[in-house]
Every structure is written in structure tokens, then in C-alpha cells.
């Protein structure tokens, strides 16, 4: 390995690790533990959760995306689903803003999630158009807000 890769892999290690720590510290919400992994062969990262976690319509999932996607399909896996099958996307195509954090504000009830991933690439399944340039997406971290509950006008 030349001297210039054996510089940069240690600098792109620390500037991922900055970069969730920064994530986990500076946004508040519940962190969502697990251990990440990443294909390049289907431009996806995912978070394989420590524990399987319902959640619910009204909430609102932060994903710290990694990699050069512009554009990513955020889903979340049930227990016994085929992680090969494009099911359990939520909310369609999210655009990546500069500070890499996605807002996914969720539109129905997900029970028994045992994985969050999202894609990016060109195309993912063959199905969802991202564009030709679109690149890969990875996961930095999650956070999870629970619905607001509404008061009743009683304060209750």
C-alpha cells in the first residue's frame, strides 16, 4: 500500500466516526443501536437494530446518510420479510440535504423493525428512478421522535 492510501484510509475512518459522534451528540431524539452495514453492489447501507422496535405513524426517523447519494429510499424491514424484496419503503424519494441528515416523517404504523436501510444509486430494485448520477448511500446513525400526542382540550 503506498504511503498516500496508508494517510488517507486512518483520515477517512476518523472523519466518519467525527461525523456520527457529532450526529448522536449535537441531535436530540431517541438514538436508534444497532451495527451498520453497507453493499456496494445495491448502493445500501443499513443499521441491523439491537432490538426489534415498533414505530409509529406520526413519527419522524433522522438518518445521518453516508456516502454520495443525493437522493435516497429509506425502509424499514419487519421481522421475516425478504430483505431482497423492495418492500417497506417509507415516504418515497428523499432528497439528502448538505448536512447529510435526512427527515423521514413516517405515514403509517411499523411493527416489529428489525432493519433500517437506504439506497441510493441510479435505480434501486429497477423500480425507483434516483437519477443516472445519483451515488451510493450508507447509514451514520438514526434517530427516532415519537408522535406528539394531542391534547384534548382539557389538557389531557
Same mark, same amino acid.
Given at each position: 500500500?503506498?504511503?498516500?492510501?496508508?494517510?488517507?484510509?486512518?483520515?477517512?475512518?476518523?472523519?466518519?466516526?467525527?461525523?456520527?459522534?457529532?450526529?448522536?451528540?449535537?441531535?436530540?431524539?431517541?438514538?436508534?443501536?444497532?451495527?451498520?452495514?453497507?453493499?456496494?453492489?445495491?448502493?445500501?447501507?443499513?443499521?441491523?437494530?439491537?432490538?426489534?422496535?415498533?414505530?409509529?405513524?406520526?413519527?419522524?426517523?433522522?438518518?445521518?446518510?453516508?456516502?454520495?447519494? #443525493?437522493? !435516497?429510499?429509506?425502509?424499514? *424491514?419487519?421481522?421475516?420479510?425478504?430483505?431482497?424484496?423492495? @418492500?417497506?419503503?417509507? $415516504? +418515497?424519494?428523499?432528497?439528502?440535504?448538505? #448536512?447529510? !441528515?435526512?427527515?423521514?416523517? *413516517?405515514?403509517?404504523?411499523?411493527?416489529?423493525?428489525?432493519? @433500517?436501510?437506504?439506497? $441510493? +444509486?441510479?435505480?434501486?430494485?429497477?423500480?425507483?428512478?434516483?437519477?443516472?448520477?445519483?451515488?451510493?448511500?450508507?447509514?451514520?446513525?438514526?434517530k427516532y421522535f415519537k408522535p406528539?400526542?394531542?391534547?384534548?382540550?382539557?389538557?389531557?
Amino acid at each position: 500500500m503506498n504511503a498516500s492510501i496508508r494517510t488517507i484510509i486512518p483520515l477517512f475512518m476518523f472523519l466518519i466516526s467525527t461525523s456520527q459522534a457529532v450526529f448522536s451528540e449535537t441531535i436530540q431524539g431517541e438514538t436508534i443501536e444497532g451495527e451498520t452495514g453497507a453493499s456496494p453492489e445495491t448502493n445500501s447501507g443499513w443499521l441491523n437494530l439491537a432490538k426489534m422496535s415498533d414505530f409509529e405513524r406520526g413519527g419522524k426517523l433522522l438518518v445521518h446518510v453516508g456516502g454520495t447519494a #443525493d437522493k !435516497v429510499l429509506i425502509r424499514l *424491514l419487519s421481522k421475516g420479510t425478504n430483505p431482497e424484496q423492495p @418492500i417497506g419503503m417509507e $415516504g +418515497g424519494r428523499h432528497e439528502v440535504p448538505d #448536512d447529510r !441528515v435526512v427527515e423521514a416523517m *413516517l405515514e403509517r404504523d411499523h411493527k416489529d423493525i428489525v432493519q @433500517i436501510s437506504v439506497y $441510493g +444509486g441510479p435505480k434501486p430494485w429497477g423500480f425507483f428512478p434516483l437519477g443516472e448520477d445519483n451515488g451510493p448511500a450508507t447509514i451514520l446513525g438514526v434517530k427516532y421522535f415519537k408522535p406528539e400526542k394531542k391534547q384534548d382540550g382539557r389538557g389531557n
